[in-house]
């Protein structure tokens, strides 16, 4: 097992004493080195994969993990080399998330396979190889096949379905389907002053959210922007409306995929809290016009889950302004709300829909470019 980098004394003892050292001593070094460091990372839970070539881990899911490229120790520079078999089974690319770190990721398909990873940690002095050693792990890819649907064929099978994900979610055996779908990214709950914790894609009117931990690094990975088109893998759930939790998220060409720009669904005159048609919208854009502001901005909390609600006609429009907005935004919405509330005015933004009120609601996710004033 590894020992705490605290309490081991015997490196830093080496260190000092490596001067006359010969190759094989540089080595030992090396190795001890090597042994305390975190070489090769989970890319999914950020934990240390543990080099042994007996024991063989399983990949699945498209599931990668994360080698280090270099290192300092004890003011020494270090170096770390892979080899990866099959060799056109592994995919290296650089980590936008850490730069000392590679992303090394399995090639998955329809069989399983057995696949390994040598490590050669080097120690380097004035460009000079003084000693290295070796680390290897064993792995066993398993097959990960992918559902591919378009989102309107998503968003039709849940409606066919009863408003369930049945097979959308899982196979006769329980086990989660890998969906894959593609679509252009419409907005984010990306703020300034909020950490990253969604986005959502279109195809013309039909829309996915994408919603995971893992989505941060996924989205820096890729430098992804409001405008992209994504082909994205992963299993469905349900969270009031149908999300993906991607563990795949990659730019593509929209157009060589025939992806339709996304449109916004105009909802005016409709009942938003009820009307069961809109389940295909789910995580759409859309707009309501003759809209006025209601009631809610007693009960306003920037930081936390807050509702605002709208007239429209006859009807009630809610606008959810989960914290996820930033309190920069809550703040200027709230503002906006205050100094305009007698006025008409258009509201765009996401379609959700609430469990706990059994309601679809509206996201301002563009902020202040969510209402614009009748003129």
Request: aromatic letters at 10%.
């Amino acid at each position: 097992m590894k020992k705490n980098l605290l309490t081991l004394l015997i490196p830093f003892m080496m260190a000092g004493a490596l001067t006359g050292c010969n190759n094989n001593q540089y080595g030992e070094y090396v190795a001890k080195v090597a042994d305390m460091m975190p070489i090769l990372l989970n890319s999914s839970t950020g934990k240390e994969i543990f080099a042994s070539t007996e024991h063989v881990r399983e990949l699945e899911d498209y599931n990668s993990v994360l080698g280090l490229a270099n290192f300092k120790y004890d003011e020494k520079e270090f170096t770390v080399d892979y080899e990866c078999l099959p060799a056109d089974k592994w995919i290296k690319s650089s980590y936008a998330m850490d730069e000392t770190r590679y992303k090394i990721a399995p090639v998955y398909g329809k069989e399983d396979y057995e696949a390994s990873i040598k490590a050669t940690v080097s120690y380097v002095e004035k460009g000079k190889v003084k000693g290295k050693t070796e680390m290897s792990w064993k792995f066993s890819v398993l097959k990960t096949e992918v559902v591919e649907k378009t989102l309107k064929e998503i968003n039709d099978e849940y409606v066919a379905n009863g408003y369930k994900l049945g097979s959308l979610g899982a196979d006769a055996e329980g086990k989660a389907v890998q969906i894959g779908t593609r679509g252009y990214i419409t907005a984010t709950y990306e703020q300034p002053d909020h950490l990253y914790s969604g986005v959502f894609i279109s195809d013309g009117e039909y829309s996915l959210q994408l919603y995971a931990g893992q989505l941060s690094n996924l989205w820096t990975e890729n430098k992804l922007k409001v405008g992209d088109c994504v082909f994205v893998v992963g299993p469905l759930s349900m969270y009031g409306i149908i999300e993906m939790k991607p563990t795949l998220m990659e730019n593509i060409d929209g157009a060589a995929y025939k992806i339709a720009e996304p449109k916004t669904v105009d909802v005016s005159g409709k009942n938003v809290g009820s009307d069961n048609s809109l389940w295909i919208n789910q995580s759409s854009v859309v707009e309501m016009k003759n809209c006025k502001y209601k009631s809610g901005l007693d009960k306003y909390k920037v930081g936390g889950h807050s509702t605002l609600v709208f007239t429209s006609g006859s009807n009630n429009v809610k606008l959810y302004c989960s914290y996820h907005l930033g309190e920069t935004m809550m703040e200027a919405i709230k503002k906006f709300c205050e100094d305009n509330g007698d006025k008409t005015v258009t509201i765009k933004g996401v379609l959700t829909y609430s469990s706990t009120d059994n309601d679809f609601e509206i996201i301002p996710v563009f902020g202040l470019n969510s209402f614009v004033v009748a003129a």
